[in-house]
């Protein structure tokens, strides 16, 4: 008999309101595959750029004139209900999550997956936790790894509040460095509780225009310069950014400014999940990063977290709820 499930479905790209909730049947179980519950993805901005192939460089992973996958979604945290024949490390049972940023299918009910995708969730975190610690983080791991973080340096981070901005924020606080960040109004008590040493609220100050000079940029929601930043930028600074930048000159920059000049850009190419998720995983359990969670929506209101996230305005994670 055909299990069938629910899933956020989207067969061309295209703006949120074209999303639909449909029921689909579960492809059968392979040898060296995982059956997962889901039970939380998040919507992220991975997924809004899955969702609408913007930037255009999108569709060459995806699909050139159409997504492959018609199932949304990039991570999960879930509970293991069968294992193939072929499984040897996980269990009817246990606790799971995973991550893959090229449209994994996960905003659905029930999801298929390798052994090599998956991770254990640590004892004491729950669901919606787990897997607001994966997409942002995930990131965040990439802007610590192309660095040299050292005692008594200076580190901007543009735009805190972000999933990758305020994971970021708590990896960079485990340096004995001088953290300034930026962020709205409304949430500079949380980002200074985040171990934030200076916030500059970008609704009243442009921090372009600052008189103090940064070892490091890391812009984390992209919406700055090179250009704009190498003022603020120390002589053999480096400026990173979660974007390609307007003309997508980030790439350009960070094969040339290494060679012409003192101030680089660096592009943070992720690394691979077997990297940066166990380095998560650890700063879970050792409780030197905590998620933020904005506001959970069930699956039935997908298209509204999209249309949230799409905004620009949510603060850390958004969660999408597969369970009642």
């Not at 179980?29 to 750029?49: F, P, Q, Y």
């Not at 029930?110 to 607001?132: C, S, T």
């Not at 409780?287 to 506001?295: G, M, N």
Request: aromatic share 10%; hydrophobic share 40%.
């Amino acid at each position: 008999m055909d299990t069938k499930m629910k899933a956020a479905i989207r067969r061309n790209y295209c703006s949120p309101d074209q999303i639909q909730v449909e029921e689909i049947v579960q492809a059968s179980l392979l040898e060296n595959e995982i059956l997962i519950k889901v039970h939380a993805t998040t919507v992220n901005r991975t997924d809004c750029a899955n969702l609408t192939a913007k930037p255009f460089i999108m569709r060459f992973v995806l699909g050139l004139l159409k997504p492959r996958q018609a199932i949304l979604g990039t991570d999960f945290a879930g509970e293991v209900l069968q294992v193939g024949k072929k499984v040897n490390t996980v269990k009817i049972g246990d606790q799971v999550m995973g991550f893959n940023d090229t449209d994994l299918g996960s905003q659905t009910e029930m999801i298929l997956v390798k052994e090599e995708d998956i991770h254990p969730i640590p004892e004491g975190i729950n669901f919606n936790k787990a897997v607001a610690s994966l997409e942002g983080a995930h990131y965040a791991y990439s802007f610590i790894q192309k660095v040299n973080i050292q005692t008594g340096q200076k580190i901007f981070i543009n735009g805190a509040t972000g999933a990758i901005g305020n994971a970021l924020l708590q990896f960079v606080r485990q340096y004995d460095v001088y953290i300034t960040v930026t962020c709205n109004t409304k949430n500079i008590e949380l980002i200074k509780s985040l171990g934030a040493d200076k916030i500059i609220d970008y609704t009243k100050e442009d921090f372009t225009l600052s008189t103090e000079k940064y070892d490091y940029i890391f812009d984390a929601v992209g919406k700055s310069t090179f250009g704009k930043c190498k003022s603020i930028l120390k002589e053999n600074g480096v400026y990173i950014s979660s974007e390609l930048g307007p003309y997508s000159q980030n790439i350009f920059y960070s094969l040339f400014t290494p060679i012409f000049g003192k101030k680089k850009v660096k592009f943070p190419i992720p690394y691979p999940t077997k990297e940066s998720i166990p380095f998560i995983i650890k700063h879970l359990k050792d409780e030197t990063f905590d998620p933020v969670i904005d506001r959970t929506y069930p699956l039935e209101e997908v298209r509204e977290a999209y249309q949230y996230v799409i905004a620009g305005q949510k603060t850390g994670n958004v969660i999408l709820s597969m369970t009642e």
